[in-house]
């Protein structure tokens, strides 16, 4: 992507976004994205790529684009480290107690809950095939396109989380027990990036999600922030399937 960003949106990220413009505006890549990004977007990348942040949750509806936003800023964290910084994408399997004894490698059971990240990835003309470590082929991959881990929250205990952007996707199939497994094991040099939608929780009991339990474990603490995005891309079937009111048990 070689688009130049527009002179109008690129007055207001420099106004109003500062850690935007230091961090993404001198790379072409992430030029259609901004120009396209709402100002909620923008405050959602400002304060993930806000070096006095640790932590950013973000609660919005389907078709937000939050994961977008998230890899984005997970990859301008990357560049800006040197490469050092490696994106770690982390997933919840709802039917975790299957997914032992689904057939293939740990890379494999995987591979079908990482969707959402294989998307951005490909909306950003990136290959996961490339992007995204396979232990599996990973004398095959070019150790320059790789900048990609993913893993499912149940082969996370025992793991040191250093020095990576973790984004825990889809947090609201998380029981609060889930998200102490993976925050409890993150060092001060990791970003974290935690994204879901409240409303739609897949558990079995609902009650379970530590999503919103956790956003109020950190509100008011001076490194966390609480993003909510509104606008819907997908378009009005979307945003209005969206809206439907039922019980939750």
Known sequence: ????????????IKENYPNVKHKMTQYTVFNEFLDKATDEQLDMLNSILDDKV?????????GTGKTQMAVLA??????????SQELLYIMSPVEEGSLGFTKGSIHDKEAKYMTPLFDALEAMDMVPAQTVRNPEIEGDQNPDDVWCNTKTHVYVRGSNIKNKTLIIEEAQNFTTND???????????????CIGHDKQIDLQKPNKSGFTRYIEHFEGIDYARVHHLT???RG?????????KFERK
């Open 1 to 12: 992507m070689t688009k130049s960003l527009d002179k109008g949106k690129l007055h207001i």
């Open 54 to 62: 640790q932590i950013v949750f973000t609660n919005a509806n389907s």
């Open 74 to 83: 997970a990859y301008a964290l990357y560049l800006e480290s040197g490469r």
């Open 179 to 193: 998200l102490q497994k993976v925050l409890s094991r993150v060092h001060d040099n990791t970003k974290v990036i």
């Open 231 to 233: 606008k819907n891309f």
């Open 236 to 244: 009005k079937l979307s945003l209005h399937s969206d809206s439907i």
